[in-house]
């Protein structure tokens, strides 16, 4: 099953960009993955998937155009510019693996973002 | 508008039986390719996906916990049913339920429900 990999944590200034990076184990370039965001407190929210040709179906609810996403080889790329306070949260990402018996769902670590 | 709800104990203790209930609103858990997953996040650490149930009955578990776990559907009360045995204080977590569709994203999360295992 894949392992993904993302640093714990990111800053950036108000009004700034920042790009988040979530990395999947070696063999599975192909992955689809998914970007949670989860403020402080509160239950995680979807923000998108992603592959390499880009965003796959729609973003969740509610979630602006300063939000992108990328994916390049091993890695899944969420960019947030244009930063606001309310962005300050921490960021997973997760995917699905195999199917029947040993269907698994894993997540990242998470990274929090501080917002400057 | 989808909306899921987390209830259950607050505490428990070493050994017991966590018995949580999913409820929902917005969605059927007959309809074709729509399921409901549960995920916990002990305090500070990350997501841990535990367990999957979908319309047909079909059903996932985390193999490292699956000896321990139970998922349930009641499609009358929109409900879903988890189980975990054996609780230890390590199993102290945030338990979210969460709504999937055509097998794609967790797109709906419920608030979560903290569960504190002690003595």
């Known amino acids: 099953q894949p392992v993904l990999t993302q640093p714990p944590s990111a800053s950036a200034s108000l009004g700034a960009s920042v790009t988040l990076t979530c990395t999947l184990s070696?063999?599975?370039?192909?992955?689809?993955v998914d970007w949670y965001q989860q403020r402080p407190g509160k239950g995680p929210r979807f923000v998108m998937r992603?592959?390499?040709?880009?965003?796959?179906?729609s973003k969740g609810d509610g979630i602006p155009d300063r939000f992108s996403v990328l994916g390049s080889g091993l890695n899944r790329y969420l960019t947030i510019k244009n930063i606001q306070e309310e962005d300050e949260s921490d960021y997973h990402c997760?995917?699905?693996?195999?199917?029947?018996?040993?269907?698994?769902?894993?997540f990242g670590g998470g990274t929090k973002l501080t917002v400057l | 508008q989808i909306t899921l709800k987390e209830s259950g104990p607050t505490l428990v203790k070493p050994t017991q039986t966590l018995t949580l209930t999913c409820t929902f609103s917005?969605?059927?858990?007959?309809?074709?390719?729509?399921?409901v997953g549960w995920i916990r996040q002990p305090p500070g650490k990350a997501l841990d996906w535990l367990a999957l149930?979908?319309?047909?009955?079909?059903?996932r578990y985390s193999p490292s916990l699956e000896s321990r776990l139970t998922i349930t559907k009641d499609t009358s009360k929109n409900q879903v049913v988890l189980t975990m045995t054996n609780m230890d204080p390590v199993d102290t977590a945030t338990f979210y339920c969460?709504?999937?569709?055509?097998?794609?994203?967790?797109?709906?999360w419920g608030q979560g429900t903290m569960v504190t295992v002690s003595s």
């Open positions: 969460a709504h999937r569709r055509d097998y794609a994203e967790f797109d709906i």
């Open positions: 917005g969605f059927s858990l007959s309809t074709s390719g729509v399921g």
């Open positions: 149930i979908y319309w047909n009955d079909d059903k």
């Open positions: 070696s063999g599975y370039s192909n992955y689809k």
């Open positions: 992603v592959d390499t040709g880009g965003i796959v179906g």
């Open positions: 997760g995917a699905d693996h195999g199917s029947g018996s040993n269907f698994v769902w894993v």
